[in-house]
């Protein structure tokens, strides 16, 4: 209960936790707070340590810890900032497709410009401001679609879960490139004509065919904006089914 107690007032209050504890001067939780996602965007997750953290401080690891207990709250620390400083569009009176397409960009955005996001386990978020933000702004896209409460929810969850797939597939593809030093065109210039000599297109027919037109049409064997566009369009179109079900879909909009 201590231990739950000291991260919600960090998460909530965290100047107040300082005046607490004594300051040191140029150190701050928040400071403490924003190293930790500088470094996990230029690095990743994995760079992320107290002692790494406090090195980037110029202190010494047990500095740290007394305004931050450990690299688990440091990580929800992290998530509720980046959610407490999202953008967020005005929706109320857009179509409920158009608010839900919003909210969509919002959290693709976010994790394209902090990836380690979608490595973080969704079943414990952050119980802080940004979070409670976040929630309040999304769930407010459904206004008027019919839906109860637990749908509300529910029909979220779906959608940002379609969402940190598809930018994780994305941002997994960007590092890629980036430890490689080659594009996606280069891989498949070096790899084409080998596996086109070994390929046998009369064994796989239906194989040849889709992939021939579908790398035509994409300019590549996986195009992750058309990924991206392709499968919220169809999250859309079932929840849509849902919200008409409701009666939602013309006071939704």
């Not at 009369?202 to 996986?222: D, E, I, K, M, N």
Request: with cysteine; hydrophobic share 45%.
């Amino acid at each position: 209960m201590a231990e739950a107690r000291r991260t919600i007032d960090l998460l909530w209050f965290p100047e107040a936790v300082e005046r607490k504890r004594g300051r040191r001067p140029g150190l701050s939780v928040v400071r403490v707070i924003e190293t930790g996602i500088s470094l996990a965007d230029a690095e990743g997750l994995d760079a992320v340590s107290m002692r790494r953290v406090a090195t980037e401080l110029g202190v010494v690891p047990m500095t740290l810890y007394t305004y931050v207990p450990d690299k688990a709250t440091l990580l929800e620390l992290m998530l509720d900032r980046v959610y407490l400083a999202m953008p967020r569009a005005e929706l109320p009176d857009r179509p409920w497709r158009e608010r839900l397409t919003a909210i969509a960009a919002e959290n693709r955005m976010l994790v394209e410009e902090h990836p380690w996001v979608a490595g973080l386990p969704a079943n414990r978020p952050p119980l802080g401001p940004g979070l409670m933000a976040k929630y309040e702004h999304e769930l407010r896209a459904f206004t008027g679609c019919g839906l109860d409460d637990v749908e509300i929810d529910s029909a979220l969850t779906f959608l940002i879960g379609f969402v940190q797939s598809s930018a994780r597939t994305a941002a997994d593809g960007r590092a890629a490139a980036e430890r490689s030093q080659e594009t996606d065109w280069e891989w498949w210039q070096e790899r084409g004509p080998v596996f086109e000599a070994v390929f046998d297109q009369h064994a796989y027919p239906t194989a040849t065919r889709v992939g021939a037109a579908a790398g035509a049409a994409l300019g590549a064997a996986h195009n992750p904006d058309h990924a991206y566009d392709f499968g919220l369009a169809r999250v859309l179109d079932g929840l849509g089914v849902l919200i008409d079900g409701a009666g939602g879909g013309d006071r939704g909009r």
